[in-house]
């Protein structure tokens, strides 16, 4: 299995108050993103990484921030958190000659 | 912008039968991946076969293969013999071969039960 951990993996929160989950891998690779995963709306991209400080927006990016000092940490911040923020929240990475991305296990927050 | 379609939110399959998930997609590009995920209840995603489009033959794994169809942009799932662990959600995710642009854009999921 591919060595990417997500911390934490549960959250409870209130709404208004800032969140930051964190994506640790070990596998040196170059791309990075983050998901979120609601019921009849799969998987959608938040923001992604292609490289140490070099990050963009996915279809999903308002109320997001994120950060990549470092190869193996990638950050999700939501500055104020709401109630519609309430989600599974998936961090991927892949290698460019593969194609596929391998996903951590997933952040269940709860914003109240 | 490329958009993936499951249009079975929901299948269920006898045990030891044969089940075909469905999937198709929309895109304007020549050269692309193709996957199917599993997501079992413990939430983990699990990469289960890969196509590259440039491929003529269908990709298989053990009890799961592919039915590719590209110039129907069709690109579906069958499991043979189905066993009680291949109860999951099960994403069909497309992504483009241009250069820089590593993203997968994922359908909606379809939810497989077995039925013992």
């Known amino acids: 299995d591919a060595g990417i951990t997500q911390s934490p993996r549960h959250k409870v929160t209130e709404t208004g108050t800032p969140v930051t989950l964190r994506c640790h891998q070990t596998e040196n690779h170059r791309y990075m993103y983050w998901y979120r995963q609601d019921p009849g709306h799969g998987l959608r991209l938040i923001h992604y990484?292609?490289?140490?400080?070099?990050?963009d927006k996915g279809e999903v990016s308002d109320g997001y921030s994120v950060s990549r000092s470092k190869t193996e940490d990638f950050l999700l911040t939501l500055e104020s958190a709401t109630s519609s923020q309430t989600s599974v929240y998936f961090c991927?990475?892949?290698?460019?000659?593969?194609?596929?991305?391998?996903f951590g296990p997933g952040t269940r927050l709860t914003v109240l | 912008a490329q958009t993936v379609t499951q249009s079975q939110p929901e299948m269920s399959v006898q045990e030891a039968e044969t089940v075909t998930l469905s999937c198709t997609y929309d895109t304007s590009e020549s050269d692309y991946y193709l996957f199917w995920y599993k997501q079992p209840p413990s939430r983990q995603m699990i990469l289960v076969i890969r196509q590259e489009a440039y491929k003529q033959q269908n990709a298989t794994e053990n009890r799961f293969s592919v039915n590719f169809q590209k110039a129907a942009k069709s690109f579906s799932l069958k499991i043979s013999d189905s066993q009680l662990g291949d109860a999951a959600m099960y994403f069909c995710a497309y992504r483009t071969l241009l250069q820089g642009a590593q993203k997968l854009v994922f359908g909606q999921g379809t939810r497989l039960t077995i039925n013992p």
């Open positions: 991927a990475i892949s290698d460019p000659r593969g194609g596929e991305q391998f």
């Open positions: 990484s292609y490289g140490v400080k070099d990050t």
